[in-house]
Nanobody, 115 residues
Framework: VQLQASGGGLVQAGGSLRLSCKAT????????MGWYRQAPGKQRELVAS????????YYSDSVKGRFTISKDNIRRTLSLQMNSLNAEDTAVYYC?????????WGRGTLVTVSS
């Protein structure tokens, strides 16, 4: 299983970014996936997750209404549209997939929001 995340970068507060994660080695249609982030000095936290069939999503309170998670099971791609970014969103973002109870992680992509 490999998860390759991309799309991070530097953005001004109030701006937008879109993260993508390409999954190989799994059938994403049967795999719940999500995005986590880890800010400097903090623990990794769940930002958003989506069910295997992409019919239901969860968002943390800190991103609800600003971020949208989506999954293309044909292209095996997970995305995270991030709007109205603020400095508190600065972190390394990780793509995650859960397969038979095992968590798989991508390498992470850095998002830096300047105020």
């Amino acid at each position: 299983v490999q998860l390759q995340a991309s799309g991070g970068g530097l953005v001004q507060a109030g701006g937008s970014l879109r993260l993508s994660c390409k999954a190989t080695g799994i059938v994403s249609a049967i795999t719940p996936m999500g995005w986590y982030r880890q800010a400097p000095g903090k623990q990794r936290e769940l930002v958003a997750s989506i069910t295997s069939g992409a019919d239901s999503a969860y968002y943390s309170d800190s991103v609800k209404g600003r971020f949208t998670i989506s999954k293309d099971n044909i292209r095996r791609t997970l995305s995270l549209q991030m709007n109205s970014l603020n400095a508190e969103d600065t972190a390394v973002y990780y793509c995650n997939a859960v397969l038979r109870g095992t968590h798989f992680w991508g390498r992470g992509t850095l998002v830096t929001v300047s105020s």
